[in-house]
């Protein structure tokens, strides 16, 4: 090694030290290698999260991005009227679609590039992903404060903002795990209720703006939000040892940083990647088609924002109260949670049409946002089980990725069965389907992780026998030289 070989030669202490490892290694000298190497090696020291400290900072720095983040693509509903008024008619039907799917580009653009994100991660780190990503993200919604009409709101907003708003984001995940791992759970409840805090303020705030200062006014407003977003990303200090690579000199990336397949070598990560996105199918369908639902059984008069703010604070809620839990379930045990949340919203989905009295919707929904909260809040937690945190970045990302599809064909699937049917009941019904079958799927990943587990513990041990019989060999071998010499002597 050459930690040994750079010992000064003037040096008495290492004279006396060097014979004496030479005396306990006579008796079989391969031992010495890995004695070696684990006293002197720093990469074989394991990495100590501080739990605290500048950690601290990071996670506030991450609660300000999920808040800013998804608290302006969920008040997206707010600026959507204004964006009517603005281009031409609340009542053009062909405007509403066209004007509806601005905001529903720029969702699926936020979860469609998370591959891509995390692929940057790995290469770029965490900060200069991070502050790049709300930089762009700064510039789209600065130019759509000036957009007159609604083509150009297309790439501006939908594009630019979204793919901006998605580099900023899956950081903020990924950095935290850098800092903690007592308590993943508890910060990833506290960051996560970040959203659900500005989704509850943000509407409010921006109803009286838009109403003082306009559409565009509102906008750039909006950009103060982005820039303490891209000042934040600088507190994204790495901790965790960087991985080595033999070509990190070169221009371009070894393949492996590109595409990591170790996430994929997981089997337990597999079910997690095809479970997930499975429930999500209909997962959304409430959240989407709940007030239009209303309306149609309880009139137009009914007091339907009360529904989305029951769903917004007990989301809150439930992300700060699961998060603490989850700390205290161990290793991949944690997906029961998710089994859990998604086995009740999927039956409060389907209990949706049975609620004739208004009483019952807000029952429902609490319960939708509390166990919301819990699914949303560990799905980092569980990646760093699953991958380690070397890999978690592309882990998080790719599955972000697969959300997107369910996301963005689930509820159009569920409006067009209510125009088929004339009610949302059957929708509701069927989209509390997925939601319990993707938490069956993840029921098998803690029984997968064990058997995992077990073989490598019985690998281990054999590998350990064949080494012990070896020694043994070698032993004898060396015992039975002297007295053959001396028979052949004699």
Known sequence: ?????????????????????????NGDSRVSVPEKAAASGPEEVEFVHPEGGWGWVVMLSAMWCNGSVFGIQNAFGILFLSLLREFGSETDEDLRFRTAWVGSLSMGMIFFCSPIVSVFTDILGCRVTAVGGAAVGLVGLLASSFVTSLGPMYFTYGIVFACGCSFAYQPSLVILGHYFKKRLGLVNGIVTAGSSIFTITLPFLLSGLLEKVGLQNTMRILCILMFILMLAGFTYKPLLPVKPSSTRTSRCPPLSQV????????????????GIPAALYGYFVPYVHLMKHVEERFGEDANKEVLLMCIGITSCVGRLIFGRVADYVNGVNKVYLQVTSFFIIGLMSMMIPLCHIFGGLIAVCLLMGLFDGCFICIMAPIAFELVGADDVSQAIGFLLGLMSVPMTVGPPIAGFLRDRLGSYDVAFYLAGIPPIFGGAVLCLIPWVEARRK?????????????????MIENEKAQGDAPSKTGESVL
């Open 1 to 25: 090694m050459t930690e040994g070989n750079a010992v000064p030669e003037g040096d008495p202490t290492a004279k006396d030290e060097l014979p004496a490892e030479e005396k306990k290694e």
């Open 259 to 274: 595409f990591n397949i170790n996430i994929w070598k997981s089997l337990g990560y597999r079910i997690w990647a095809f």
């Open 454 to 470: 077990r073989r490598e513990k019985e690998a281990a041990l054999k590998g350990d026998q064949s080494v012990t019989e070896k």
